[in-house]
């Protein structure tokens, strides 16, 4: 087993992981990063389109307040351009009838929409009372922990429409059914993002922007900038902390440090063997962060065809396997690109059938809003994250009731020589890419605070 050292062990090259890399390289302090892939980016992926052209079939989205990705996007050359369709009309599918509006809601009954927004303004107002750094001391925390969103559904809401709203929220932000999250941990993901109107929006929301290139992108040239400080092939086995250093064991290599940044998921930091044993409350954390479940699946035609019919591309419906539609088309205008996505209960069904089926099912989907000519792309190309090993899931890991108040308060506490990122552990924008660029930026100020 090949033996190394640097001054920081650096454990995942997703975006918390580079942006740490980057900023203690800056300062002078070596680091390291071992990533168990043979790429960068994490969840963030590219798909060739050839012609020097890519799509994304991991996270892809930047918004408003998004400024650390951002900055490094600027800082390696990397551009955004709108989302399409702000001034197009969108598809609602519903009680199996198609319509079109400028509204993307999965109802338009006037009575539904009142109450939605009613709930909407509750749900906001009570998340505004969360500081996200202390979640777990917010003046309800223990009431909000103690149920799920379901749970806060059925007691808020009466009519079936405002319901399907709700559960259509949670599936395409947590990508969870939400029977599964508690109400405290969805409150305090939405602080995070600043508002819930952020996280579900597209123009001035989280969703309006895309990367010139593909979000990959940004990851690779980060990575370029750091060389060959990037060991891949090399997941974490075990982490052995002494008394003057810290010692990780991966497939192949054995590398010392003086600290070490853990930059993956919870579920898979839980999957690593440590000595000594961490805190009874940071490893029971690690065992009760599950990943949610996606398929993201990319239907490829020659041209955007639905452009020229004044749609927008996007889609919402009551009726899956797809639910959510955007036009993913690259800045060039071709080719054609839609975006579909399957998320939680319906992701775990369709990932145990094949490939065939998946196909069939999703071309379905998009052919009810899109028409026929939706069901004939001329490639198909789809990212099941619920069975990539160093993942196990996507978008983010999700907390249950009963978690965030009691083991939240480990999610950034470092144990001894271990200092924990990822953009789990962000107190801006949890769950996105810039929420990964701030965790990584913040675990390397407590480095070079140590060091």
Not at 68 to 95: F, K
Not at 262 to 278: E, F, G, K, N, Q
Not at 303 to 311: A, D, H, K, T
Not at 403 to 408: E, I, P, R, S, V
Request: charged share 25%; proline share 4%.
């Amino acid at each position: 087993m090949k033996s190394i050292e640097a001054e920081v062990a650096i454990v995942g090259a997703g975006f918390a992981g580079l942006a740490a890399a980057r900023e203690l390289t800056a300062k002078g302090v070596s680091a390291l990063v071992l990533e168990a892939r043979d790429r960068v980016g994490g969840r963030v992926l590219n798909e060739d389109l050839g012609g020097g052209q890519a799509i994304e079939v991991g996270g892809q989205w930047v918004g408003p307040g998004q400024d650390r990705i951002l900055a490094l996007a600027d800082a390696v050359g990397v551009g955004t351009y709108p989302t399409y369709g702000a001034e197009s009309l969108h598809v609602r599918y519903r009680n199996g009838e198609r319509s079109t509006d400028n509204a993307g809601l999965p109802d338009d009954n006037p009575d539904v929409l009142s109450e939605f927004a009613t709930a909407l303004a509750t749900l906001e107002a009570m998340a505004q009372t969360i500081e996200v750094e202390r979640a777990w001391e917010a003046n309800h925390a223990d009431e909000w922990d103690s149920q799920t969103v379901q749970t806060w559904i059925d007691a808020n809401l009466s009519t079936e429409g405002a319901k399907l709203i709700m559960g259509t929220i949670v599936q395409g932000v947590y990508a969870v059914e939400p029977r599964d999250i508690s109400l405290l941990y969805m409150l305090t993901y939405a602080k995070a993002a600043n508002s819930f109107a952020n996280l579900i929006g597209t123009e001035g929301g989280a969703q309006q922007d895309r990367f010139d290139g593909g979000s990959q992108l940004v990851a690779q040239r980060v990575a370029e900038q750091l060389g060959d400080r990037i060991i891949f092939d090399a997941p974490l086995r075990g982490v052995v902390q002494t008394g003057d250093g810290i010692v990780l064991k991966a497939d192949g290599v054995e590398l010392h440090a003086k600290r070490a940044i853990i930059a993956i998921p919870p579920t898979l930091a839980a999957r690593v063997d440590y000595d000594p044993i961490l805190p009874a409350r940071r490893d029971q954390l690690m065992q009760r962060m599950p990943m949610g479940s996606v398929i993201k699946v990319n239907a490829v035609y020659d041209e955007p065809f639905w452009r020229q019919e004044g749609l927008s591309g996007r889609a919402i419906s009551d009726e899956g396997p797809i639910r959510t539609v955007f036009d993913n088309t690259p800045k060039s205008g071709s080719p054609g690109i839609l975006i579909g996505f399957i998320e939680g209960k319906e992701a775990r069904d369709l990932s145990g059938v094949t490939e065939v089926e998946r196909r069939e099912a999703a071309l379905g989907s998009l052919a009810r809003y899109f028409g026929d000519q939706a069901a004939r792309p001329v490639r198909y190309i789809e990212k099941d994250w619920t069975t990539e090993a160093y993942s196990r899931g996507c978008y983010g890991a999700f907390m249950a009731p009963g978690t965030l108040t009691q083991y939240g308060s480990a999610l950034r506490e470092p144990c001894g020589r271990i200092h924990w990122a990822g953009t789990e552990t962000a107190t801006a924008f949890a769950g996105y890419m810039d929420g990964a660029v701030r965790s990584g930026e913040r675990a390397a100020a407590e480095m070079l605070e140590l060091l």
